[in-house]
């Protein structure tokens, strides 16, 4: 059995014995932000640009954007923020942006999709990012959503390097892409798993749907097994891979994310602290046998249950 170790958090992400995890906020507005950073996030692992916009008609103008996000960015000076491009289609259309009806928005051209049409559109919020990382003074990452290969991955890259961001990075929600990670991590600079949209992909069950939504459990071990495949690729190429979906909120599978190799956690402000407490009571070596508990079960309740009964 794992020991329990201290309840409080003490603001910096790591296993008992000093492993780093960084544990970050998830946001999507300046309230969000000072949330995030009142609740000790030790940066942010994922600001959803696409949330500034889902009412807006026309696109807004570079110094629009750059405004916007400096405002979210305030609060984290000094600290590492990853801006998410913007994230359009599918559950979040952005009347400016929207495709053409498609007949499975889910599956067609969104996210980092839209760019390959309307690369000007990128160009700009690149532009407005970098101002932004000037006048906040937040130590800015940049990262692409719904990337499926590397050469997406590094098309990427290359414009936000040409826009002056020299951190690129991109999420890892497309089987592909987590199947791929090695390649992609050479591609780019960091990585961060969307478990949400990469359960949704995996399972072939809308995220949206309530009928389906036992298959996107985060504990299910086929996720798991493809979570442990970018772990791999973070420890054999040495560049950061965390995790930005709700999986990581989840205190005991933060342990599990910890123990696949995965380096940050990033969530919503509510779950910052009982993560952090929870790396915090483990060591490195506990949260590897808890991964591999978890991973040797075929159920996500098996795998609920291995875990909570190493930590009893
Ligand atoms: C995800 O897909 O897990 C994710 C973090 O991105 P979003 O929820 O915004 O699609
Ligand atoms: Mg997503």
Known sequence: AVAAGPAEWNGTGATADGHVVKVYGNVGSPA???AAADAGA???????TEFCYLDASAEPTVDEQRQAYTAVLSPFRGKPVIVRTLD???????????????PNPALGVRGLRIAFDRPEVLDR????IAGAAEDSGAVVSVMAP????????????????????DRAGVMIEIPAAALSA???LDAVDFVSVGTNDLAQYTFAADRQLGAVAKLNDPWQPALLRLLKLIGDAATATGKPAGVCGEAAGDPRLALVLAG??????SMNAPAIRS??????????????SLAAAALSTGTPADARAVVAAALK
């Open 32 to 34: 969000d932000a000072q």
């Open 42 to 48: 030790e940066g942010v692992g994922l600001f959803r």
């Open 88 to 102: 359009a289609g599918a559950d979040k259309p952005l009347a400016f942006l929207s495709p053409e009806a498609e």
């Open 125 to 128: 919020q690149l532009a407005a």
């Open 146 to 165: 719904m990337v499926a290969t590397a050469d997406e991955a590094a098309w990427f890259a290359e414009r936000a390097r040409a826009a002056g961001l």
């Open 182 to 184: 090695r390649e992609i």
């Open 260 to 265: 696949l190799g995965l380096t940050s956690v």
């Open 275 to 288: 993560v952090g407490a929870s790396l915090a009571s483990v060591t490195l070596d506990d949260a590897r």
